[in-house]
């Protein structure tokens, strides 16, 4: 005859509750017995009474246990419904971690495997039948999550750190940037955009705020060397952005049509400054970031966008129109 410990008995009690049982699927004592028996042997000894104890037990100290019972005469059910996460919800941090580039195929795989423990095994169930991932878009750099991990360390201590930078080539081959030397920086911020990860950092050398793609990094490394307070609005440095590059904020204006509405909105917010120009079309005006991100995010709109200030974009634009045309013009 085989016993365990009480201890042991409560803790594997809220194990089966947890990953067994949610509003779909109840258990009742017979089958809570099962399943400890399946774990520790046939000739585990338990008492239905002591069970019953546990479980109030557990009710008395926080643990959400449902009692269902339909009539009198019939054996209680019990399950464990009450989630941190809704399984929507847990959906939508999977969608987030598979549609997310800079992770790899592999952390993703990691990733959402640790999602659908916070739910029971059959719910956990569902979620899988919901994970599609294209591995020809993931991120290879492994460990980014110990780099992030790092970066945020580094930015709440506000700490300097160094790291090697680099692109791939033509031939798909990964080369280090700046001759293999390393960039020393001032972390502000880390921001999601693009389906990416980008550092927001003061690069000594240059004397400039710049956007590092975190999976391009290598060799993060967090000096003690650190730096003093200073505020920084991530939010509204990054709208000012597009495509995430860097560059001198001014005010711009641009002549959309009125189909584009949403875009802009989705882009700046509904506080943006909007006025109509025309039946059939709107001046935006904001500030921005001058830079090739701006004028190949206006060029994507095509003749449904016209730059209308400052002159010195409305010159940088016409002129890349000028190329495109040349480019086509023999074809």
Known sequence: MTRIDNKVRLLKLM???KDETDEDHELNLDDIILRFKQAYGQELKLNKNSL???????????????INQEKDGLPKYYSHQYRLFELYELRMLIDAVVSAKFISKKETRQLTGKIKQLTSHQQGKKLHNE?????SIKSETPFIRRTIHDIHEAIAERRVITFQYGRYDVNKQFNLSHEGRLYKVRPYALAWANDFYYLIAYYFEADEIRHY???RLRNVE???ETYPYEGFDVSKYVQSTFQMFAGDEEWIKIKFHNNLINVMMDKFGKDVHIQRHGEDH???STKARVSTGLVNWILTFGSQA?????????KTVKAEVDKLYTLYQDN
Do not use: Y
């Open 306 to 314: 016209e730059v209308l200030s400052p002159p010195s974009l409305v």
């Open 282 to 284: 709107f001046i935006l």
């Open 222 to 224: 967090v000096l003690s």
């Open 52 to 66: 019953k104890d546990d479980l109030d037990h557990l009710i008395l100290h926080g643990f959400d246990v449902t």
């Open 15 to 17: 194990s089966i509750l």
């Open 131 to 135: 994970i599609q991932i294209d591995s």
């Open 213 to 215: 793609r975190v999976d």
